[in-house]
């Protein structure tokens, strides 16, 4: 039984390890109803982190559970989370209304039928639903696959990369769906290496960097984080030695540099940055022609979340 | 047993383009059948052919074996490969019945060789001992499950179950069983010959399999029982890919 006030999702120093190679590293943390979007590099951990949540890879150390219950070989979980995993495969001769349909069969629902023609009307599939799920686009078996996830009503749903493949149309209409089932009192968690679709979206946010939590709790906190990180810019201007001279009096400004005879500024942050050089060009007679940020991959922000 | 899954999994072998070359592997049999009939030297024994050479040779060392393994590996190692395997995992349905449901299409599957191994006994015998036809139908049927619940223990325990089976095949059953007497306790190709010989009585030269009827049956029970447990424990444990 779930204990009334579990988390619906828990990890408690949960590692993951392939021979050598560590996957997930010492990670907790609690994941409770909403919207929560994990976010990392491809590559991170986070697919490994999703399948031991969804009980399909044992964890090498430290514990997982889902809704108060252990997720590691235990199905009964199954009668109220599902998983939505990230590989395109499905059974290509069923039609995408016969694989929503086995998926309510297999879950026991009382009317198959009934239940998979809402969940193929809940992902826009319904004029779709009669040819063969392997020739879908894979936009298309994306929104099959939520289907047979959602077809038995789950509490839990995760999703790894779910808007991989879809179309912008598609991408709003499941946003808005992930919405209304979070406004249920639905827990919905979802990966994503793409920083905007967890900004539209996620209410909390994990984010996980080389297997390890990187940052975590609400996202407008830690986007703030990402924001005021140090920010490298180069800058084209008419006088680049001028400019340089009245920078080096801005407090907004850390250091100058001439790499490859081109002006780099490095700043404490961006938007004082962003303050600083057209005040300084101003004051120093100086016209501006290009600015431009040096380091602004997902890869640095992430990396600057990890050793800050 | 979950029919459902039964279903899926009989779709899932039609589709496959290994199903057409495991038939047509199937009539193999009724074609050095026909070709003994009209062609066999005019001293050849019919019963000895039949069951040394025919049932008790190529079908159940070669035949019996490589469908088994297509059948087993094809019904649960390309999901396992392809990630679809999720699908019916993360559901409450029992692993014994995904399981059972697919150990025994697979099996049903393979016991389709049943019909060409007796037309092809038949054709051979040319009105020798019946009892020899019939024992290999029996051993057929019974050898069929045996490989099958290994072959699919195999399936779900590695990726390379194709290879591991043809290893145990031709290397174990083949090679190294004329070399060590011992390995007719863990080969199910003698577990099928000794039960097949429980239904005729040739001469030692003729027809000798390895093991009497009794323990062959006692073990093929206990490895197909066995396997079965283990491929329900192996599927429990079944962990995602890491390229899945």
């Given at each position: 039984?779930?204990?009334?006030?579990?988390?619906?999702?828990?990890?408690?120093?949960?590692?993951?390890?392939?021979?050598?190679?560590?996957?997930?590293?010492?990670?907790?943390?609690?994941?409770?109803?909403?919207?929560?979007?994990?976010?990392?590099?491809?590559?991170?951990?986070?697919?490994?982190?999703?399948?031991?949540?969804?009980?399909?890879?044992?964890?090498?150390?430290?514990?997982?559970?889902?809704?108060?219950?252990?997720?590691?070989?235990?199905?009964?979980?199954?009668?109220?989370?599902?998983?939505?995993?990230?590989?395109?495969?499905?059974?290509?001769?069923?039609?995408?209304?016969?694989?929503?349909?086995?998926?309510?069969?297999?879950?026991?629902?009382?009317?198959?039928?009934?239940?998979?023609?809402?969940?193929?009307?809940?992902?826009?599939?319904?004029?779709?639903?009669?040819?063969?799920?392997?020739?879908?686009?894979?936009?298309?078996?994306?929104?099959?696959?939520?289907?047979?996830?959602?077809?038995?009503?789950?509490?839990?749903?995760?999703?790894?990369?779910?808007?991989?493949?879809?179309?912008?149309?598609?991408?709003?209409?499941?946003?808005?769906?992930?919405?209304?089932?979070?406004?249920?009192?639905?827990?919905?968690?979802?990966?994503?290496?793409?920083?905007?679709?967890?900004?539209?979206?996620?209410?909390?946010?994990?984010?996980?960097?080389?297997?390890?939590?990187?940052?975590?709790?609400?996202?407008?906190?830690?986007?703030?984080?990402?924001?005021?990180?140090?920010?490298?810019?180069?800058?084209?201007?008419?006088?680049?030695?001028a400019l340089a001279a009245r920078l080096l009096a801005e407090p907004a400004i850390r250091g100058?540099?001439?790499?490859?005879?081109?002006?780099?500024?490095?700043?404490?942050?961006?938007?004082?940055?962003?303050?600083?050089?057209?005040?300084?060009?101003?004051?120093?007679?100086?016209?501006?022609?290009?600015?431009?940020?040096?380091?602004?991959?997902?890869?640095?922000?992430?990396?600057?979340?990890?050793?800050? | 047993?979950?029919?459902?899954?039964?279903?899926?999994?009989?779709?899932?072998?039609?589709?496959?383009?290994?199903?057409?070359?495991?038939?047509?592997?199937?009539?193999?049999p009724v074609a050095i059948a026909l070709l003994f009939r009209l062609a066999a030297p005019a001293?050849?024994?019919?019963?000895?052919?039949?069951?040394?050479?025919?049932?008790?040779?190529?079908?159940?060392?070669?035949?019996?074996?490589?469908?088994?393994?297509?059948?087993?590996?094809g019904a649960f190692g390309q999901d396992a490969e392809d990630g679809t395997l999720v699908y019916?995992?993360?559901?409450?349905?029992?692993?014994?019945?995904?399981?059972?449901?697919?150990?025994?299409?697979?099996?049903?599957?393979?016991?389709?060789?049943?019909?060409?191994?007796?037309?092809?006994?038949?054709?051979?015998?040319?009105?020798?001992?019946?009892?020899?036809?019939?024992?290999?139908?029996?051993?057929?049927?019974?050898?069929?499950?045996?490989?099958?619940?290994?072959?699919?223990?195999?399936?779900?325990?590695?990726?390379?179950?194709?290879?591991?089976?043809?290893?145990?095949?031709?290397?174990?059953?083949?090679?190294?069983?004329?070399?060590?007497?011992?390995?007719?306790?863990?080969?199910?190709?003698?577990?099928?010959?000794?039960?097949?010989?429980?239904?005729?009585?040739?001469?030692?030269?003729?027809?000798?399999?390895?093991?009497?009827?009794?323990?062959?049956?006692?073990?093929?029970?206990?490895?197909?029982?066995?396997?079965?447990?283990?491929?329900?424990?192996?599927?429990?444990?079944?962990?995602?890919?890491?390229?899945?």
């Amino acid at each position: 039984m779930t204990a009334p006030s579990a988390p619906a999702i828990e990890l408690r120093g949960v590692s993951r390890w392939y021979g050598n190679v560590v996957a997930v590293n010492d990670i907790s943390f609690d994941v409770g109803p909403g919207i929560t979007g994990l976010l990392g590099p491809n590559g991170a951990g986070k697919s490994t982190l999703l399948h031991m949540m969804a009980g399909f890879l044992r964890p090498s150390a430290g514990e997982v559970r889902i809704l108060g219950e252990p997720a590691w070989q235990n199905p009964a979980i199954y009668r109220r989370i599902a998983l939505v995993p990230e590989r395109e495969a499905v059974y290509g001769f069923l039609t995408g209304r016969e694989l929503v349909e086995l998926a309510a069969r297999l879950h026991g629902l009382p009317d198959p039928a009934a239940a998979a023609a809402r969940a193929i009307d809940l992902v826009e599939m319904g004029p779709h639903a009669a040819r063969q799920s392997g020739g879908y686009s894979k936009g298309m078996k994306q929104r099959i696959k939520i289907a047979a996830a959602l077809v038995h009503d789950p509490q839990v749903l995760i999703l790894d990369e779910p808007f991989n493949g879809a179309d912008p149309r598609q991408r709003l209409h499941l946003m808005d769906l992930f919405r209304r089932m979070a406004a249920e009192g639905r827990t919905i968690l979802y990966s994503s290496h793409i920083l905007e679709e967890v900004e539209r979206l996620a209410d909390t946010v994990l984010v996980i960097v080389a297997g390890r939590l990187a940052a975590s709790g609400d996202f407008r906190r830690i986007r703030a984080l990402m924001t005021d990180r140090p920010h490298t810019f180069t800058v084209r201007s008419s006088d680049d030695r001028a400019l340089a001279a009245r920078l080096l009096a801005e407090p907004a400004i850390r250091g100058i540099a001439f790499e490859d005879g081109r002006l780099e500024v490095r700043s404490a942050e961006l938007l004082a940055a962003a303050r600083a050089l057209p005040r300084a060009a101003r004051e120093a007679g100086v016209t501006l022609f290009e600015v431009r940020p040096t380091d602004e991959s997902l890869e640095t922000v992430f990396s600057y979340l990890v050793h800050r | 047993m979950n029919p459902d899954i039964a279903r899926l999994t009989v779709r899932q072998l039609l589709g496959q383009r290994r199903t057409v070359v495991v038939a047509l592997l199937a009539l193999v049999p009724v074609a050095i059948a026909l070709l003994f009939r009209l062609a066999a030297p005019a001293d050849a024994d019919p019963e000895r052919f039949t069951a040394r050479g025919l049932l008790g040779g190529i079908v159940t060392t070669t035949i019996l074996p490589l469908v088994t393994l297509v059948f087993a590996t094809g019904a649960f190692g390309q999901d396992a490969e392809d990630g679809t395997l999720v699908y019916l995992l993360a559901t409450p349905v029992p692993r014994r019945a995904i399981v059972l449901a697919r150990l025994v299409v697979a099996w049903l599957a393979a016991a389709a060789l049943l019909p060409s191994a007796a037309l092809a006994g038949a054709l051979a015998l040319q009105g020798g001992d019946p009892g020899i036809v019939v024992g290999f139908a029996v051993a057929v049927v019974a050898g069929a499950f045996v490989y099958t619940a290994a072959f699919t223990w195999l399936s779900i325990a590695t990726s390379r179950a194709l290879v591991a089976g043809l290893l145990y095949v031709f290397l174990w059953e083949g090679a190294l069983s004329g070399l060590f007497g011992g390995i007719r306790f863990l080969s199910i190709r003698q577990y099928t010959a000794g039960i097949a010989g429980a239904f005729f009585d040739l001469p030692p030269g003729v027809y000798q399999p390895r093991l009497d009827p009794l323990p062959a049956v006692f073990l093929a029970a206990a490895v197909a029982a066995g396997m079965t447990i283990l491929a329900v424990r192996q599927l429990r444990r079944w962990e995602i890919g890491e390229s899945s």
